[in-house]
């Protein structure tokens, strides 16, 4: 009787997680992601962020609860390691990145939000897809991923998309659209260490690809679910981090769009 695929995907909707709407939040480098998803997690008790997992990136032996033997060996910070050798360790970062943030998509969602009466919405700072359709393709683009490590990528990524299934899908997209130079200030303000040589022209060809993929459509994604998933695109050219009013109308176009 189980074995029936259909009756295992009705069991599936029956456990909580399809009654809550699981979204990212995606947009460049900088762009504000974080502080807009504060802002979310305080817009009410339905709404639940899962925060990216970057401090992982700057200490992998920890992340990974590998032993450091003594004081005198230094631990892997691998977002510096992939910025002053992309060639070397993109595809390594991409491995680790995509793997740490499938890890959490799969984590199921608090029980305040499976309990929760009205549209319960579980926020993500970016996603297993913008992984995919941003960061790893725009490295391919540019030669830090050679073609074999690309088509690597690309099979294992799609095979546990496809293995996951459901538990790593997404109803919906929040877009925070801002000109590459504005991320530029926001990046130089915030002064992360890793970050320090990055250029204008990387943060343009990262716009490039959320462009081609959550406003032109252009890029070619595999999975069919991606394919017609809601967008919202909200300004995030606009100062909101410390300007109440705008914060309370970018937080009112989500409620309305994810209602
Ligand atoms: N990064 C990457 N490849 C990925 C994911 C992230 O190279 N697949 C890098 C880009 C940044 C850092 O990791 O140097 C974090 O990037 P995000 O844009 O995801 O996060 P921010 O902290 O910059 O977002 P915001 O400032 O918008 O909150």
Redesign the pocket.
């Known amino acids: 009787f189980f074995s029936n695929s259909s009756q295992c995907r009705l069991i599936h909707r029956m456990d909580g997680i399809s009654r809550v709407k699981r979204v990212s939040i995606e947009?460049?480098?900088?762009?504000?992601?974080?502080?807009f998803a504060k802002l979310l997690q305080n817009a009410g008790q339905n709404w639940e962020v899962t925060p990216?997992p970057?401090s992982k990136?700057q200490n992998v032996e920890e992340a990974t609860s590998q032993i450091v033997l003594s004081p005198q060996q230094t631990t892997s910070n691998l977002?510096q390691m992939?910025y002053q050798d992309p060639k070397r360790w993109s595809y390594t970062?991409?491995t680790f990145?995509c793997m740490s943030r499938m890890r959490t998509q799969l984590q199921p969602p608090p029980a305040k939000l499976m309990q929760s009466r009205d549209t319960a919405v579980q926020v993500y700072?970016?996603s297993i897809y913008s992984?995919r359709y941003i960061?790893?393709l725009n490295s391919f683009e540019l030669g830090a991923l050679n073609s074999t490590e690309w088509a690597v990528y690309q099979d294992w990524h799609s095979f546990l998309v496809e293995q996951f299934g459901p538990k790593v899908q997404l109803e919906g997209i929040i877009y925070l659209r801002a000109s590459p130079q504005v991320c530029m200030e926001?990046l130089g303000k915030?002064g992360r260490e890793?970050?320090r040589g990055l250029q204008l022209d990387y943060l343009d060809t990262l716009h490039v690809q959320h462009e081609n993929w959550l406003i032109n459509k252009s890029t070619k994604v595999h999975f069919d679910h991606l394919k017609n998933l809601p967008v919202l695109v909200l300004d995030a050219g606009l100062e909101f981090e410390k300007d109440p009013e705008v914060q309370a109308r970018l937080i009112k176009e989500v409620k309305i769009f994810f209602h």
């Open positions: 947009g460049n480098i900088a762009v504000g992601k974080s502080t990216e970057v990136w977002l992939m970062f991409q990145s700072e970016r992984d960061f790893a926001r915030r890793e970050e």
